[in-house]
Nanobody, 121 residues
């Protein structure tokens, strides 16, 4: 079993910055892609950014140029550095990982519990 635990959310003023972290724990697994999603009140969950196992990244247009996703493979951790935050970035942010478990080599999707980010003056 793999667990994802997020941290780093909070309240920030517009124009401010936050850094989210998500650490994967467990045994007998390897992580393929990792990503961040978010869900604002009354809206569907939306994709924010992805980092592949090789390090390539992709971003939603709404955050491109303001957010940076990165990963530390040795620590099984993914980060989301957020700059120039706007009120519309307010949401619960969820960590996602595509995981291969051993010895079955079965691939599964895992989600964190979510961390609240509120951008408000």
């Amino acid at each position: 079993q793999v667990q994802l635990v997020e941290s780093g959310g909070g309240l920030v003023q517009p124009g401010g910055s936050l850094r989210l972290s998500c650490a994967a724990s467990g045994s007998g697994f390897s992580i393929n892609a990792m990503a961040w999603y978010r869900q604002a009140p009354g809206k569907q969950r939306e994709w924010v950014a992805t980092v592949a196992s090789g390090g390539s990244t992709n971003y939603a247009d709404s955050v491109k140029g303001r957010f940076t996703i990165s990963r530390d493979s040795a620590k099984n951790t993914v980060y989301l550095q957020m700059y120039s935050l706007k009120p519309e970035d307010t949401a619960v942010y969820y960590c996602y990982a595509r995981v291969t478990t051993y010895p079955t080599y079965y691939a599964s999707d895992y989600w964190g519990q979510g961390t609240q980010v509120t951008v408000s003056s």
